[in-house]
Each structure stands twice: as structure tokens, then as C-alpha cells.
């Protein structure tokens, strides 16, 4: 299995299990009522490769999906698809968009290998993720919602580089973020996020080529 299949059945998985109408009763099979519409999952990053191969597979199940862009004009809605805007730049949100969605999978971020990493670039790669975490948190705060879940992309860039190959003491996901670009970019990315408290779940991924 690809690293990104795994992380889109990671992702499919916690919605599932976040979705009460399949919460297991007394120990069994979860019991799933057939009359209640699928849920809507709000996506920040969509746009992306992860993004839209997690859509597919939402929409494959009849999930509903509304991705979030700073240009909705340019997607390709289709049944069960559409686009919404947002700005972390500007902290702006489609407020109804918000309010629709029961699941929330925050992908958003500057890719970090497309470009030199020139101070400029630098930031825009961590702003890109720490703005859109902020908006997240500061929309569940102020916006009535129906929001279950919160899953947020991280990346194995908190751990640093492995100290020898092979690895004589695999990182383990308690460990401290790594002093440097990355691990404080990725420190700063998950605080944004832990405002939202107990519906959050954190998927640190490693980089897609």
C-alpha cells in the first residue's frame, strides 16, 4: 500500500468512527441507519494531490465534500462536490460552508519542496499552515456548527533527521519536536490546531514527490 493510501484510510477510518450513527451498541457490529443522510466533510487543501484522491474516495462512498478554496470560481463542482471560500491570509471563511460540514480534514499548507527556501518562502510555508489552523479554531469558536472531527495534517518533520541509518531508536510519536525549520514549523502547525481540544486527531506525514 502507498504512503498516501494509507493516510487517506487513515483519514476515511476516523470519520467513520466519529460519525455517531455508527457508533457500536454494546460491544457489536455498528448499527447504521440507512434514512440518515451520508456526512458533509469540509477539506482545506483539496486542491492537492492527498486532497484530491481523499475526495474521490469520499465521494466513492457517498460522503458529501466541500473544498475549501481562495478560488471557488476555478473548481469543478459534480454531484455531492462543491467549492467554498477562505482566506487564512485575511481569516475569512464561508460561513455556511462551515456550518454544513460535520468533519473537518485541514490539509492546507505551501508545498515544501517546490521552491528555494528563501525567507520569504520560509514563511509562507509555515503561515500557509499556522493561519489556517488559527481560522479553523477561531470558526469553531465563534460559528454555530455540527462539527464531530477535526483531523489535521502534520509531518515527520517535528522528529528531524534520523541520527544513523538504520535508526538504532525509532522516533516515537511522544517525542519533542526537533530544534530547526521544519520541527519548529511543525510545533507551530499542531498548536494552532490544539485549541479545538478533543475532536482533534493529528496525521504526521512524510513528503510527497
Known sequence: MKVDELSITGFLAFIYCSNPKNAPMNGNRPQIDVD?????????GGTGTIGKSLSLALLRKNYKVIILTR????????????????DPGKQKIDSDAFCSADHIIHLAGAGVADKRWSKNRKAEIRDSRVKGGELLVHSLKNL??????????????WYGPDPAVPNPHPFKETDPWAPGFLGE???DWE?????AGEMTRLDRKSTRL
Open 36 to 44: 440518515l443522510p451520508m456526512p458533509t466533510v469540509l477539506i482545506t
Open 71 to 86: 478560488d471557488p470560481s476555478a473548481g469543478q463542482p459534480q454531484p455531492g462536490l462543491s467549492y467554498s471560500y477562505w
Open 144 to 157: 454555530p456548527h455540527k462539527i464531530n472531527s477535526l483531523v489535521s495534517s502534520s509531518a515527520i518533520g
Open 185 to 187: 514549523t511543525c510545533r
Open 191 to 195: 498548536n494552532s490546531i490544539a485549541p
